[in-house]
C-alpha cells in the first residue's frame, strides 16, 4: 500500500510565526488531503488538493504530485492553530492512509 | 455543505456487550462511507470501506464478524461492535464521498470504551 511520512512530527512555535509542514507520498495519488484534528477529534477539512497550490486565509497548501509531497504552509501562526495536522492520501476511489501527523504547538 | 454525524459521541459499555455507532451524511448522498479507528495520540487506521447497498470492504487484519457494517441508504451507515471487549475501546470516525468526488468528509467520531 502506498506510505506516508510527515514531518517534522512536533513543532513548537512563538504567535505570529510562520510554518511549513511536510507530507512524502511513495505512490501516485488521485486524493491528497490535509486536516487539523482538534482537542476533540473532530477531523477538519483543509484542503483537497491532489495537485497545484490553493490558499485558503492564513493556510495554503501546495502538492507537487509528479515528486510525491505536499507542504501546508502556515502564516501568521496563532494559538487556534495548536492541534495535530493530517495528510491523508488515496489512490482511486481507495480509503485514505494517513501519515502520523504533525503535533503543533503554538506559544503565546 | 458535506456535514457528516455520528451518534452517539461517547458510549461505555461491558464487555461482551455489543454496540452500534451510526454515521449520517446530512446535506450530500453518500455513495461511499469508511470506518477508521484511532489509539491514544497514534494515527488513524481504516477499517473497512461501504459502498450503499453492497456488502463492505475489510481491511487486512480486521475481524468483519466482530465489526459488522452496513449501509442501507445513500445517507447512513452503521458500525455494530459485537461482543466487545476492552481492547476494543477506541476512538471510531466515520467518513462520507459521493460519487463526484474523491474527497472524504469526517464525522465527529465516537469514544467507544470497553469496561
Known amino acids: 500500500g502506498i506510505q506516508v511520512e510527515q514531518s517534522p512530527p512536533d513543532l513548537i512555535l512563538q504567535e505570529g510565526a510562520n510554518s511549513t509542514l511536510r507530507c512524502n507520498f511513495s505512490d501516485s495519488v488521485n486524493n491528497l488531503q490535509w486536516f487539523h484534528q482538534n482537542p476533540w477529534g473532530q477531523l477538519i477539512n483543509l484542503f483537497y488538493?491532489?495537485?497545484g497550490t490553493k490558499q485558503n486565509g492564513r493556510l495554503s497548501a501546495t502538492t507537487v504530485a509528479t515528486e510525491r509531497y505536499s507542504l501546508l504552509y502556515i502564516s501568521s501562526s496563532q494559538t487556534t492553530d495548536s492541534g495535530v495536522y493530517f495528510c491523508?492520501?488515496?489512490?482511486?476511489?481507495?480509503?485514505?492512509?494517513f501519515g502520523k501527523g504533525t503535533h503543533l504547538i503554538i506559544q503565546p | 455543505g458535506a456535514v457528516v454525524s455520528q451518534h452517539p459521541s461517547r458510549v461505555i459499555c461491558k464487555s461482551g456487550t455489543s454496540v452500534k455507532i451510526e454515521c449520517r451524511s446530512l446535506d450530500f448522498q453518500a455513495t461511499t462511507m469508511f470506518w477508521y479507528r484511532q489509539f491514544p495520540k497514534k494515527s488513524l487506521m481504516l477499517m473497512a470501506t461501504?459502498?450503499?447497498?453492497?456488502?463492505?470492504?475489510?481491511e487486512q487484519g480486521v475481524e468483519k464478524d466482530k465489526f459488522l457494517i452496513n449501509h442501507a441508504s445513500l445517507t447512513l451507515s452503521t458500525l455494530t461492535v459485537t461482543s466487545a471487549h476492552p481492547e476494543d475501546s477506541s476512538f471510531y470516525i466515520c467518513s462520507a464521498r459521493s460519487s463526484g468526488s474523491p474527497e472524504q468528509y469526517f464525522g465527529p467520531g465516537t469514544r467507544l470504551t470497553v469496561t
Open positions: 491523508a492520501v488515496a489512490g482511486g476511489a481507495d480509503g485514505l492512509t
Open positions: 488538493i491532489p495537485s
Open positions: 461501504s459502498n450503499e447497498g453492497s456488502k463492505a470492504t475489510y
